[in-house]
């Protein structure tokens, strides 16, 4: 073991104990393997978990490059001991561009940043993608916005195994533990508002009123707003979340939805955590502007202190708190059980082998939106089986 590298080693080595997924997907690639000196550009969030996902791409021969989906969630440690292995990775506003630039043959995409640039700036060169992927509901509401789709993409998120096990209990599960490590509160019998019912808001509300939190839903979409009814959630306007509730979690993937302008009647203590894909889901931007303070609590808690008026118009403060910086707090802490998202993950590369195997053999899918095919999803869940030892 290098010890520079001992940390991340040693979390990657945890992975494997807790869920050997990746030894299984690794054994089967041994045996299945068209992606040996395949060109692959990923646009990611850059963590440990990826780290030890990144291991199995380069020895199955893939040529990895790769982009930064969110500064707040990349490690720099995992980042330099992916470089380690091999990995091309690009930080920063133009790390995007600079994957497309490698010209890879296949792309797995967080959020449509790959797949929009190339479709922007690359429309009058020689094509060179073949195909790619899609993670996030975010990114599939934007492609559904364009009209020049040229290759094929795989939207990874509508799959079963994304949606019911990634989202819901990957997101439910490591959302809680990010707010009891922030917070050190027992959230039984605290009045709680989840923004956004889709499977990760849903997974969220679930987990946190099995902890005994009186959890209300805030939806505009009147068909999961109906759901949320019968799943048994009360249901309210966000500012009727914000002036009453203790804690108010976002999943909604859109920008801006918490600004200055609707902090004008909050709760006094108020915590603010977003678990959706945009970091800027709460407009931290305009909450600093406004505030007349604010302050580092601690790692991954800050502090601001907003200008109100009390009943007799007379100014005062009050507090508010944002967990994680803004950006999805659980895979910003790495909170909760890798099992999920390893699920994800290796649902993801087989995706990638999938598409490179037609490639392979001079197969053309239709330009456009693909499911995840049923054999992947198969693969992955035999996989996963056997590494709870149910196969």
Known sequence: ???????????????SFAFPILQNLDHYFSSSNFLSGAKIGWHCHLTSITAATVKVLLKAGAKLYMSECNS??????????????????????DSAQQVLNEKPYVISDTGFVLTEKYLRDFAGSEPFLYAGCEITTSGIQKM???????????????????????????????????????????????????????????????YLRHTG???????????????????????????????????????????????????????DGLVLMNVGHWAEELDLLSIKQACQSHFQVREHLEQF????????????????????????????MLAGS???????????????NH???????????APGEHAVPRAVQSQASLLALKSLGLD
């Open 1 to 15: 073991m290098n010890p520079k590298f001992a940390k991340i080693e040693e979390e990657i080595e945890r992975f």
């Open 72 to 93: 707040a969630t990349s490690d720099h440690p995992s980042i330099e001991y992916m470089r380690h292995l091999g990995a091309q990775i690009f930080l920063g506003a």
């Open 144 to 206: 559904h916005a364009m009209e020049n789709l040229v290759f094929p993409v795989i939207t990874i998120n509508d799959g079963e195994l994304k949606t019911l096990i990634e989202n819901f209990h990957g997101v439910g599960d490591g959302a809680l533990e990010a707010l009891f490590r922030i917070t050190g509160r027992m959230w039984a019998g605290r009045s709680v508002a989840v923004v956004g019912y889709g499977r990760v808001g849903a997974g969220v509300a679930s």
């Open 213 to 267: 939190a009186v959890v209300s839903i805030v939806e505009n979409d009147p068909t999961r707003r109906l759901v949320a009814h019968y799943d048994g959630f009360s249901t309210r306007t966000l500012s009727s979340a914000l002036s009453t509730s203790e804690l108010l979690i976002t999943a909604t993937g859109r920008h801006a939805l918490i600004r200055a302008e609707l902090l004008h009647d909050f709760r």
């Open 305 to 332: 202190e907003m200008p109100t008026k009390n009943p007799a118009g007379e100014g005062s403060t009050r507090r508010l708190f944002v967990i994680g910086g803004g950006g999805p707090a659980n895979v910003v």
């Open 338 to 352: 890798p099992e999920p998202t390893l699920i994800h993950l290796t649902t993801e590369l087989l995706c990638m």
């Open 355 to 365: 598409l490179l195997q037609l490639k392979a053999e001079g197969q053309t899918l």
